[in-house]
């Protein structure tokens, strides 16, 4: 098989609407209707909705944990009220790859936990890279998302999107069983 990966200039929200279109043309290519994005305030996940509708797809947004909340970047009621009139499913837990109870310990402590090890060498392709991760292994371990098929997962460099991939999901402990299938989108640089 042959198949185009696009990659962006450079990383950011106007990445946006062509991540997501071709996210949408590759899940309509492999018949997936389950979809992950990274949404931390609703807005990539209104405009997600915009390509896959929430009535004929599993559309799955992922937010930031309340531990967060201090930095003005949780989500507040209002748009998660909004996201779930539209048909999103709205995910907000703790970070499967980080800022858990192990984080504390290195925080104060120092030395890594192996999330640390597996973020830092996601972080290699770039940020959207260890986000879609992440997100789907939270979605699965919250029941939002079947690890028995392949999906799509969107996420972005702080704000938007800019990376897209395919994934066959597992749960967090069963991290090994995770697979990246494809990648649809990244950016080259940050």
């Known amino acids: 098989m042959r198949k185009e990966i696009v990659y962006f200039e450079r990383s950011g929200p106007e990445n946006t609407v ?14 997936i209707r389950d979809i992950v994005v990274a949404s931390s305030h609703g807005k990539t996940a209104l405009k997600a909705a915009e390509f896959f509708d929430p009535e004929k797809n599993n559309l799955v947004a992922v937010t930031i944990s309340e531990s967060f909340k201090e930095l003005g970047w ?7 009220e909004q996201l779930e009139k539209r048909g999103i499913k709205v995910l907000t837990s703790i970070h499967a790859l980080g800022d858990n ?11 890594l936990t192996f999330e640390r090890v597996v973020r830092e060498t996601l972080y290699r392709f770039c940020q959207g ?3 879609a991760v992440e997100i789907v292994l939270m979605a699965a371990d919250a029941g939002l998302i079947p690890v028995n098929r392949e999906v799509i997962a969107i996420a972005g460099t702080d704000r938007g999107a800019d990376t897209a991939i395919v994934v066959q ?4 402990r069963k991290f ?3 697979k990246i299938k494809e990648i649809i989108a990244k950016p080259r640089e940050p």
Do not use: D, I, Q
């Open 18 to 31: 062509e991540t997501l279109k071709l996210a949408k043309e590759r899940a309509n290519e492999l018949g």
């Open 129 to 131: 890279m260890k986000v």
């Open 74 to 80: 949780s989500m507040k009621p209002e748009e998660k």
């Open 169 to 172: 999901p597992a749960y967090s």
């Open 101 to 111: 109870v192990g984080s504390a310990f290195t925080e104060k402590h120092g030395g």
């Open 176 to 178: 090994h069983e995770l």
